[in-house]
């Protein structure tokens, strides 16, 4: 077993974990931070994306010692501090972004993501940074229109549900 230590969601972090388990196990296994869902363990779903260092990361493709010294964010930490909907989560909610809400922690941690980098995305930039992302409710309208929304642009003509 191996200590590894790292900063996640402005909190120290820490555990013995092996050299296999991985960023999302430790996560959801040592630290109860259960929003990182796993839908697929192979790196194809993106239920498991987290930030490290500030990008966004499939947790399922990282070693949690590999994360060793990292600065995370799951999540857990994407609320406003008085516990609020950030301006992402409260777009997801107005524009039906979800249904059963299973790919949405990894789906709201990949648009934070894509606005901090392009804060004014074309819908055709939107779908190709969600590619790693996939729902199997949505059919993905409305998750595009909830990260246009939440840029500030105009969603009023584009294709819903
Ligand atoms: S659980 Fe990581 S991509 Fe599916
Ligand atoms: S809302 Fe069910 S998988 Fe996306």
Redesign the pocket.
Known sequence: MTEVKMTVNGKPASGAVEGRTLL?SFLRENLSLTGT?????????????VHVNGEAV????MLAVEADGAEVKTIESMANPDGSLTVIQQAFQDHHGLQCGFCTP?MIMSASALLKDNPKPTEAEVRHYLD?N?CRCTGYHNIVKAIMAASGQDVSALAAE
Do not use: F, N, R
């Open positions: 999302a869902h796993i839908g697929c363990d192979t790196s194809q779903c993106g239920a498991c994306v499939k947790a399922c493709t990894g790693g996939i």
